[in-house]
Structure formats: structure tokens, C-alpha cells
């Protein structure tokens, strides 16, 4: 696996976004308990989340640039390449809910103009049934190392290009859903996309007009990634739209099928943060 083979890449960075919408702290626990060497923890509703407010659903957008300090700190820069190594810092994240929280964070990345991100295919479990190493050893953060050292150097800092038209709110969709050539997808399953089951937002059902394509199809049972060719065929029926219009129920899982979408080579997807619960809110 890659990541095992540059572990020691001093480049790198590696962040743990394994969650439980049922038992919030539980992530941040397993982190304590053991986690890939190296890997700083990020928790999706104190650094990946705003808090809640009357609109805007679940999860709001973080305030980025409380993120991109959070991200320095760990060692994600745009710094030009260093003239000795000639590289740039690079990404993994990963989770153990099949790409459901990680997604977020590598969509926000490149959301932030930082394209240098991936997932880590097969999540925590994956790396564990491969018996690559694992540690309870929380890192330093890059600030914190350099101070420690005698010869410690500047910390470079993130400093964030945001595409900000990556992203629509309620009145976009609401005003752009039924246009030619604009799609609308509900990523959430089956079930909650139609309404017979709502396990956390107050009122059953969908946007009108949303497509469902459930954002646990993109990987396999044990959370590893579909192959290429099968991400392409899931959005053949898509693939000349103008514009894809992408939700959940609060901004979150749906990144999974932006990715998937980016691995198909379909560039049009956009984010609607609120999701289900910004939108039945005002129902």
C-alpha cells in the first residue's frame, strides 16, 4: 500500500476522521485508543462543522480559516516547492464509515484549493486487516515539533483559494433544480430518500425533482473504492449534465458521491451544505 511505503515521508500529512453520528466522541476515543502512525485526529463537528444555527442545517461549513490554521498547524501548506526536495506536502485521510466522513475533509481541501488530498481506500479497517503498524502516539503538531528542535524553522501556512462557487445554498437549488441540464441528487439511502424512514431530521421525504443515487454505492462492503469503470457507469445517465446539484441530509456523506463523481472525471458537482435538514427545516 502507498501510504505504508511513506509513512516516514516528511511531507506527508495523515488525518483521522473516523466518527459516530450516535456517539459523538467516539471517534476521537479510537483515535486515543490506536491510529495509523503519525495521523492527527480532526473531528467533524468541532474542525470540520460550524457550530449549528437556525438555517443552514446540521453540519454548516467550518469557518475555513479556523480550519486552515488547524491545518497548518499539522503541516498542510501551498508553499512553493522546497528547492532541495522539489516536492509539495501532500494528504491522506481516512475514516472507518466507508469514505462517510472522510470525504468531507478531502472535499473541503480541495474546496480550499488544496488538490494534493486523497482517501485512504478501505478505511481504518483496511489498514488493520493488512497489519500495517498502528500506535496510540498522538503527533506533535509541526508548530509544536519545530520548537522542540534547535534548529527549528518557520511553520508554513495554509492559506486557502476557496472555490466558492463549488458550493449552492437553498435558493440556488430551489431557483436552479428544474433548469435544462441542472440534476439534482439525494445521496442518502433508499429509504430516507423516500420517505419511508427518517431516523434524524423531523420530517420524512426528498427535495422535489432529486434523483437518489445512495452515497453507499460507491464502495464495496468492506469499504473499499468500486473500480473506475464502474464509477463511470454509475453516472453514465449524468455525465453530460451542465450541472449536478449534489446533497444529503447535512452536507456530509454526500462528498462521498462527490468523489465519486471526480473519479468518474465529472467536474460539475456541486455541494448543497443544508442538505435534507436545511431544506425541511423551512417546510
Known amino acids: 500500500m502507498w501510504l505504508y511505503e511513506n509513512l516516514q515521508d516528511s511531507q506527508g500529512v495523515i488525518i483521522d476522521c473516523r466518527f ?69 506536502s501532500w494528504v491522506v485521510v481516512y475514516d472507518d464509515s466507508r469514505f462517510g466522513f472522510a470525504a468531507r475533509l478531502w472535499w473541503l481541501l480541495r474546496y480550499m484549493g488544496f488538490d494534493r488530498v486523497a482517501v485512504l481506500d478501505g478505511g481504518w479497517s483496511g489498514w488493520v486487516a493488512a497489519n500495517y503498524p498502528v ?46 441540464g441542472v440534476v439534482l441528487v439525494d445521496s442518502r439511502e433508499g429509504e430516507r430518500y423516500r420517505g419511508e424512514r427518517e431516523p434524524i431530521d423531523p420530517i420524512a421525504g426528498h427535495i422535489p425533482g432529486a434523483v437518489n443515487y445512495p452515497w453507499q454505492e460507491v464502495t464495496d462492503a468492506q469499504g473499499y473504492c468500486k473500480p473506475v469503470f464502474e464509477q463511470q457507469q454509475r453516472w453514465a445517465a449524468l455525465s453530460e449534465a451542465e450541472e449536478i446539484l449534489v446533497y444529503c441530509g447535512s452536507g456530509v456523506t454526500a462528498c462521498v458521491n462527490l468523489l465519486s463523481l471526480a473519479i468518474a472525471g465529472i467536474d460539475t458537482g456541486k455541494l448543497y451544505v443544508g442538505g435534507w435538514s436545511d431544506w425541511c427545516s423551512r417546510l
Open 20 to 88: 459516530s453520528l450516535a456517539e459523538p466522541d467516539l471517534g476521537q476515543r479510537q483515535y486515543q485508543c490506536s491510529h495509523i502512525p503519525g495521523a492527527h485526529y480532526f473531528d467533524l463537528n468541532q474542525d470540520l462543522s460550524s457550530p449549528v444555527g437556525q438555517e443552514g442545517g446540521r453540519h454548516p461549513l467550518p469557518d475555513l480559516a479556523q480550519l486552515a490554521e488547524k491545518l497548518s498547524s499539522v503541516g498542510v501548506n501551498f508553499e512553493e516547492a522546497d528547492a532541495e526536495s522539489d516536492r509539495f
Open 135 to 180: 500506535t496510540d502516539a498522538v503527533p506533535l503538531s509541526k508548530a509544536k515539533a519545530s520548537r522542540a528542535k534547535t534548529t527549528g524553522s518557520e511553520i508554513s501556512r495554509l492559506v486557502p483559494q476557496t472555490r466558492s462557487h463549488w458550493v449552492v445554498d437553498r435558493e440556488a437549488v430551489k431557483s436552479r433544480k428544474d433548469l435544462p
